[in-house]
């Protein structure tokens, strides 16, 4: 008896035919990949799929292969594996999108937090870095905080407003700033913010990172 019919398991994208062929070993206890597969032989097109989607899991260490097992076929529903089954989709979708690459000044302690489910922290942390970035590159003192900080540094005569771009460009990346500070920082520093959506936790620690790079030009450009 199958789970998934095997219409249903070739329309799926392959992250969730993963997460569904993943329930199924759990459900049937299944340990032998080849085993598995021949459940399917009858639909070339679905044990395609199904082998891409086994593929797939042990690329992301949610299966692995039995050890000391001489069989390559023989494998066992890892700890992360389990865990993804347990998170959800939305949580595998989110880690994988951090881990196409934060900037290297976050990667360390953002991630970290972010896998262990801090997720209010993780944001706060990774704003908190552009934030001292943003005063150190512009020299500015530590009374300078928050989104004054982020005028002070970007508007039409601060430190780090790239004068050779068109007025409304330097406004807007001032306003970038300004408005990730408010939304994404201000509020996790005054009161409890709850990360019910992990997708917009991650998206929140991307767009620290998207700023991390802009900071990037900008100090590349200042050295120069």
């Keep these: 008896m199958l789970t998934l019919s095997s219409d249903v398991i070739q329309a799926l994208p392959v992250d969730e035919r993963g997460l ?8 049937f206890d299944e340990r032998n990949e080849y085993n598995y597969l021949l459940r399917y032989k009858q639909s070339p097109g ?15 260490a949610f299966i692995a292969r039995v050890p000391g097992n001489t069989s390559d076929a023989a494998i066992f529903v890892t700890p992360r594996g389990r865990e993804a089954l347990a998170q959800g989709l939305a949580t595998v979708r989110a880690v994988e999108h951090l881990e196409a690459g934060l900037h290297p000044l976050l990667e360390q302690r953002v991630r970290r937090q972010f896998l262990l489910g801090e997720y209010e922290q993780a944001v706060f942390v990774a ?48 306003n970038l700033f300004q408005g990730a500070y408010a939304v994404l920082r201000n509020p996790a520093g005054h009161r409890e913010v709850n990360y019910d959506d992990v997708t917009e936790a991650a998206e929140a620690i991307a767009t620290a990172s998207l700023l991390m790079r802009i900071l990037d030009r900008v100090e590349a450009r200042l050295s120069r």
């Design 46 to 60: 679905a044990a395609a799929a199904v082998a891409e989607s086994l593929a797939w899991l042990r690329g992301r």
């Design 127 to 174: 704003m908190k870095a552009v934030e001292v970035r943003v005063r150190s590159l512009a020299a500015l003192g530590d009374d300078m905080i928050g989104v004054p900080l982020m005028t002070r540094a970007f508007n039409a005569d601060g430190p780090l407003t790239d004068p050779a771009v068109v007025p409304g460009e330097r406004v807007g990346t001032m």
């Design 20 to 27: 569904a062929v993943l329930k199924d070993l759990v459900d």
